[in-house]
């Protein structure tokens, strides 16, 4: 059985998920073969950078400016423009002969239905939302199942139109590394990280908070070399790190992580069951995870008027009450989802549809 998981590099998110199930699917399916594949890469070879490039920098520098055009492109509905590179597709579908697409980005998913509109393909395809929110870019009668993070991203999308039927809701897919901590003993360690990009909540002044509370404290920066060139000049009792393989290893150890809401993170933290500290997010696609993290009671959500300073996250370490509370609601969480592999169970045929 042949896979083709199409996704993209905006962020490093939808690789990492993308990698997951793939690992996933393989270990568990010995029959199945799954290709990740960067779509945009695959069809704008000469000019895809660019928009990697752009990305990054309107998190980073300008995320007033992205959210605008952001929430303005999830508005646009079915008439969004999308290019349609036929011939491409046309070629890929050939090449790779696959019995399911996957997509866990909104652009893959608009290309490959536009290709099945105009080729009569009939080759079934699963979506994976990898934020708790979502917009309208993500929906199309074409899809043929969702896998969403949660139970309101499953009622958001039946309010939509979307068939209860065909929505699964298995988590954000994070990697089977992400385990708790085996009980023998206390977790005394707090964990600061902003995804791929580095993007700290408080950024220089929550590291200098943690540099001087005594406690053990390691720094994940990501591609945030900035911040690591600085933490690791000025900053004698942090752990500090740039991208790193040892992410499950220090969620497992840390009583507290102390980062913003993306999906991947919070469902990662889910894993580990390690209690979160947020702040507002600045991406609005993060405001339905920042939801989640305090209608679950998974997490602190900090306000401008708790402010970043040792006290606040010392009465927060302290609550130990409050922390056992989360890890519980953590391990119920885990409990009312499905697996997130599309071939969990299949004998034959997956997702109902015969091979």
């Known amino acids: 059985m042949n896979i083709l998981l199409l996704t993209g590099r905006f962020g490093m998110g939808h690789l990492q998920c993308a990698n997951t199930l793939k690992n996933k699917i393989e270990s568990e399916n010995p029959q199945a073969t799954v290709k990740v594949l960067d779509l945009l890469a695959y069809l704008q070879p000469h000019v895809y950078t660019l928009?990697?490039?752009?990305?990054?920098?309107?998190?980073?520098?300008?995320?007033?400016?992205?959210?605008?055009?952001?929430?303005?492109?999830?508005?646009?509905?079915?008439?969004?423009?999308?290019?349609?590179?036929?011939?491409?597709?046309?070629?890929?579908?050939?090449?790779?002969r696959p019995d399911l697409v996957i997509s866990n980005l909104p652009i893959c998913s608009q290309i490959y239905n536009s290709y099945r509109k105009r080729s009569g393909c009939s080759i079934p395809l699963y979506v994976y939302v990898t934020d708790v929110s979502f917009r309208g870019e993500w929906i199309s009668p074409e899809v043929d199942r969702y896998y969403v993070a949660d139970e309101s991203t499953k009622i958001a999308l039946m309010c939509a139109g979307v068939s209860e039927e065909i929505i699964y809701i298995s988590g954000i897919p994070v990697s089977d590394d992400f385990t708790p901590r085996a009980e023998d003993g206390p977790r005394t360690s707090v964990l600061l990280m902003g995804g791929g990009a580095g993007l700290i909540p408080g950024g220089k002044k929550t590291v200098d908070v943690f540099d001087g509370m005594g406690i053990e404290v390691s720094l994940v920066c990501g591609n945030n070399k900035k911040l690591r060139a600085y933490a690791e000049k000025h900053c004698k009792n942090i752990h500090v790190y740039g991208c790193t393989d040892r992410v499950p290893e220090l969620m497992r150890h840390a009583k507290l992580l102390v980062t913003k809401p993306g999906g991947i993170t919070t469902f990662?933290?889910?894993?580990?069951?390690?209690?979160?500290?947020?702040m507002t997010p600045v991406l609005a696609q993060e405001e339905g995870n920042l939801k989640l993290i305090k209608d679950k009671n998974i997490g602190y959500v900090l306000q401008k008027s708790d402010g970043i300073c040792k006290e606040t996250f010392l009465r927060l370490l302290g609550d130990e009450a409050r922390l056992g509370e989360m890890r519980d609601n953590m391990r119920a969480i885990k409990a009312a989802q499905v697996s997130c592999n599309p071939l969990a169970g299949a004998s034959g045929a997956f997702g109902g549809t015969q091979i």
């Not at 889910?270 to 947020?278: F, K, L």
């Open 268 to 278: 990662e933290a889910i894993r580990a069951e390690t209690p979160m500290c947020v």
């Open 51 to 96: 928009w990697y490039r752009a990305y990054d920098f309107l998190i980073s520098r300008c995320f007033g400016v992205y959210n605008f055009f952001n929430s303005f492109y999830g508005e646009i509905g079915e008439n969004r423009g999308q290019l349609i590179f036929k011939e491409k597709m046309q070629t890929l579908m050939a090449d790779e």
